[in-house]
């Protein structure tokens, strides 16, 4: 038995305590909006009839935002300044 994209994103959320609200928030990280009743819709069980699969685009995006908010943002690259 397999995990879906919505069963990864549950355990992700028990296991970080992330409210609906964290989770708006960790989207907005990396310009992605999402409502609250979207989440509540992926939150559902699968047999409900407003369930909604959870996508992997979704899902990437939260985990990219994830990354930002656990770690903070990626630091500035130096660049080797070039002397003529």
């Known amino acids: 038995m397999a995990l879906t994209n919505n069963d990864i994103f549950k355990k992700l959320r ?6 609906n609200d964290d989770i708006v ?10 409502s609250k009743s979207e989440l509540g819709a992926i939150f559902r069980k699968e047999g409900h009839e407003k369930y909604k699969e959870c996508g992997d685009q979704f899902l ?25």
Do not use: Q, W, Y
Request: aromatic share 4%; glycine share 4%; hydrophobic share 40%.
């Open 60 to 84: 990437r995006n939260f985990l990219d935002g994830l990354v930002i908010h656990l770690r903070g943002p990626m630091p500035e690259k130096k660049t080797k300044s070039s002397k003529p």
């Open 25 to 34: 928030e960790i989207c907005a990280l990396v310009d992605f909006r999402v």
């Open 14 to 19: 028990v296991a970080h305590k992330l409210t």
